[in-house]
C-alpha cells in the first residue's frame, strides 16, 4: 500500500469496533492499543496497527510524538443555530423562577423563536460559526444542528437554509434536523401548523435534502402524543428519520411512541422511570442524555447507569442552547456524562463516538478502523481518559477531519 499519510507516534489508540451501536455491557468494550499507527488515503483511514507492524509507504509522515489518539467526536443533537440570548431566564431561574413556568408564561422557548424568526439569514450564520467552532475545538467532527426556532414554514426553511450554508462554511461534518419544537397557542392553529408542516414544509425539506430527519418536542407544554404521531407518520413518509426529545419533564408516552415508530433516538430521558428504561433497552431506538440540559436546569439527570445496567444503548450530546444547555464542548459533555448520568469513562467514550453516530444513523464513523472516515482527535494526554477527566480545560490539542488537521485544540494541563 502507498498512503498517502502516516500518523505515527500514538501512545494509545482507543475505539469501539464495528459498524453498530453498543449496548449494555458491550458500551465498555474498547479496543486499546498502544504504540500505535493509522494510514490514511484519500480522507479515509487504509490502515490502524501497531507502528511497527507498519511496513508500507506513505507520501507523508507525521509524529505526534506519544499522544493518545481517539475516533472524533459525534454531537447528536444541538441546537447551534439562534438569535437574541436568554440570560434574563438565567438570572430569572437563579432567582427560583423554572424553565416550565417561563415557556408557559410565553418566555423561554418562545422568546428565541421571536429573535430567530427576525434575523436575516446571514446573522443566524455569522452567529451559529463560532458556536460551531467551539464544538470542533472540543473534539466534535460531526455535529447534528437542528432547526426549531421557526414558528412558520418560512421561518424553518430559513433556518434549514442556514444550516446548509454551515456545512460547506465550516470545517465540521454537519447533519440538519427539523425540529417542530413548540406549537401556536391558540388550538386551531395548532392543528393548522401540523397541517401545513405534513403539507408543505416536510415535503420541501425533504425533496430538496434539508434535512435527514424529523424532531419532535414532546412535552405537557409542547407537542402531544398524537400530533407528533401524525408529524412522524408524515416524515417517513418522506423518507426520513425520526427522532424525539421526549420525557424532559414528564413521561407523557413519548418514549413509547418513538420506539414503536422505530425512531433513530429518543434524547433527554430525565423523567423517564423503569418502564420507559426497560422499553428502550428492549428496542433499537438509542438513548441520548444530554448533561448539559441538567446541569443547566438543575433537573435530575437522565438516569444513564439504569439505562445501561438494563441493556439500552446509550448516546450523549450537548444540545447546545441558549435556554437549557450553553453547554459548547462536546467533550465537556462527555465528561459531564461520567458525574452526572453515572457513565464509565469507557462508556462515556462509546456513547460520543459510536452510539452517537448510531443515534444519527450514520455508520462510517464513530470508530478508527479500515474504511472509516479519517476523523480523529489527538489529546494533549498520552492517556485517553483524560478526555473524560479534563473538567474546565481543552483537553484536545488537534483535530482532525478527513485526514486534515483543521483547529488547534486547548492547552495542555497536567493531571
Ligand atoms: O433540547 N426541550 C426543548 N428544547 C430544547 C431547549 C430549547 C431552548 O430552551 O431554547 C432542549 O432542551
Ligand atoms: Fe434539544
Redesign the pocket.
Known amino acids: 500500500m502507498h498512503a498517502d499519510q502516516l500518523i505515527t507516534g500514538i501512545a494509545q489508540l482507543v475505539t469501539a469496533q464495528g459498524p453498530h451501536a453498543r449496548r449494555g455491557t458491550a458500551m465498555s468494550e474498547l479496543h486499546l492499543l498502544p504504540n500505535a499507527a493509522i494510514a490514511i488515503s484519500n480522507g479515509r483511514i487504509a490502515w490502524v496497527g501497531p507502528e511497527h507492524d507498519w511496513h508500507d509507504t506513505a507520501k507523508a509522515t507525521v509524529d505526534l510524538q506519544g499522544a493518545a489518539v481517539l475516533p472524533g467526536l459525534i454531537d447528536p443533537h444541538t441546537?447551534a443555530v439562534w438569535a437574541g440570548n436568554?440570560l434574563a431566564d438565567f438570572e430569572a431561574r437563579a432567582r427560583g423562577a423554572t424553565y416550565e413556568e417561563m415557556l408557559a408564561a410565553g418566555g423561554?422557548?418562545r422568546s428565541?423563536v421571536r429573535s430567530t424568526a427576525a434575523a436575516p439569514q446571514q446573522e443566524l450564520i455569522a452567529l451559529a460559526t463560532p458556536r460551531i467552532a467551539a464544538l470542533v475545538r472540543s473534539g466534535a467532527t460531526t455535529i447534528e444542528i437542528k432547526s426549531g426556532y421557526g414558528f412558520s414554514v418560512a421561518a424553518e426553511l430559513a433556518m434549514l437554509e442556514a444550516i446548509a450554508a454551515l456545512t460547506t462554511q465550516t470545517s465540521a461534518r454537519i447533519l440538519a434536523t427539523l425540529l417542530i419544537?413548540i406549537p401556536p397557542t391558540d388550538p386551531t392553529e395548532r392543528r393548522t401548523y401540523i397541517e401545513q408542516v405534513c403539507t408543505t414544509l416536510i415535503p420541501i425539506a425533504a425533496q430538496r435534502h434539508l434535512a435527514s430527519a424529523v424532531d419532535v418536542?414532546i412535552?405537557r407544554e409542547a407537542w402531544h402524543c398524537d400530533e407528533a404521531e401524525t408529524i412522524f407518520a408524515c416524515a417517513q413518509h418522506h423518507g426520513l428519520a425520526i427522532k424525539l426529545?421526549s420525557d424532559?419533564f414528564h413521561s407523557i408516552g413519548g418514549v413509547e411512541l418513538g420506539i414503536r415508530m422505530r425512531a433513530l433516538s429518543v434524547d433527554?430521558l430525565e423523567a423517564a422511570g423503569p418502564t420507559q428504561i426497560n422499553a428502550l433497552a428492549a428496542s433499537n431506538t438509542i438513548a441520548t442524555v444530554?448533561p448539559g440540559?441538567s446541569l443547566h436546569l438543575g433537573i435530575p439527570a437522565a438516569n444513564g447507569r439504569s439505562l445501561i445496567d438494563a441493556g439500552a444503548a446509550v448516546a450523549v450530546a450537548t444540545?447546545l442552547?441558549?435556554?437549557?444547555?450553553p453547554l459548547f464542548s462536546t467533550a465537556a459533555a462527555l465528561a459531564l456524562a461520567v458525574r452526572s448520568n453515572g457513565l464509565t469513562p469507557q462508556e462515556a467514550l462509546t456513547a460520543g463516538t459510536i452510539n452517537a453516530a448510531c443515534a444519527l444513523g450514520l455508520h462510517d464513523r464513530g470508530r478508527l478502523e479500515p474504511g472509516c472516515l479519517a476523523d480523529l482527535l489527538v489529546l494533549h494526554s498520552n492517556d485517553w481518559r483524560d478526555l473524560l477527566y479534563t473538567l474546565g480545560a481543552n483537553p484536545v490539542r488537534e483535530v482532525w477531519i478527513g485526514g486534515r488537521k483543521v483547529q488547534p485544540g486547548g492547552t495542555k494541563v497536567t493531571t
Open positions: 441546537h436568554r423561554g422557548i428565541t419544537h418536542f412535552e426529545h424532559q433527554h444530554l440540559v444540545d442552547n441558549p435556554g437549557s444547555s
